[in-house]
Structure formats: structure tokens, C-alpha cells
């Protein structure tokens, strides 16, 4: 079993940052793909960005909406995974959710992850 944990959310303004981690606990692997998610209210749970170890290789992986804004990295001593936010929009508002799955292989929708955190709320105003 793993437990993630989520922290780093807040309210920030158009253009601004924020970083976001996620502490693993408990049967965590440098195998396990990690994955950022965000739901926004009223829309479905929506993929934003991944990242995998492979062979000493790290692979990454974003949604078109926030690549070149965003950047996630892991530090696999810390078990922590990050998710770099920068030039913010107010339509990045939502509630972020990280999520592992128990191989190293990607995927970018949500019936791929076995495990999840609790969510940390990032509001954007304009």
C-alpha cells in the first residue's frame, strides 16, 4: 500500500507560481509512475502531467495546456514528486491531485492509477 500526500496549493495571481509535492509513504519504488491530475468544479478529473524511471532514464510527460508552463521531477530519495507551476492562468484553478501506479510505464487517464492523494486546492485569480 502506498499513501500519497499532497501540499504546496494556494491562491496565487495570473502569472505567478506555485510548487506542489508528493510525499509517498509506506510500499513506495522507484518504479512506480507518478501523475499529476486537476479537477475544476463541475468538469471531469483531467490528466496534467507524468513522470517514470526507466533503465536511469527519466521520461516526463504534459498535457498540451500546460506544457512549457509546467514541470514535474522526482526525488526518488525523498519518495516526493513535484509539479513546477509557472505563468499560472486563472484556468488552472482546481483541485490537484497526485497518483501512482505500481509500473513504470505512463498513462494519462485516471482508471490507470492505483493510488491517490487527498488534493490540494491552487486558485488562480485574475
Known amino acids: 500500500q502506498v499513501q500519497l500526500v499532497e501540499s504546496g496549493g494556494g491562491l496565487v495571481q495570473a502569472g505567478g507560481s506555485l510548487r506542489l509535492s508528493c510525499a509517498a509513504s509506506?510500499?513506495?519504488?522507484?518504479?512506480?509512475?507518478v501523475g499529476w491530475f486537476r479537477q475544476a468544479p463541475g468538469k471531469e478529473r483531467e490528466f496534467v502531467a507524468a513522470?517514470?524511471?526507466?533503465?536511469?532514464?527519466?521520461?516526463?510527460y504534459y498535457a498540451d495546456s500546460v506544457k512549457g508552463r509546467f514541470t514535474i521531477s522526482r526525488d526518488d530519495v525523498k519518495n516526493t514528486v513535484y509539479l513546477q507551476m509557472n505563468s499560472l492562468k486563472p484556468e488552472d484553478t482546481a483541485v490537484y491531485y497526485c497518483?501512482?501506479?505500481?509500473?513504470?510505464?505512463?498513462?494519462?487517464?485516471?482508471?490507470?492509477?492505483?493510488?491517490w492523494g487527498q488534493g490540494t486546492q491552487v486558485t488562480v485569480s485574475s
Open positions: 513522470i517514470s524511471r526507466r533503465n536511469g532514464i527519466t521520461y516526463t
Open positions: 509506506g510500499r513506495t519504488s522507484s518504479r512506480y509512475a
Open positions: 497518483a501512482a501506479r505500481d509500473t513504470i510505464v505512463v498513462v494519462t487517464n485516471t482508471n490507470g492509477y492505483d493510488y
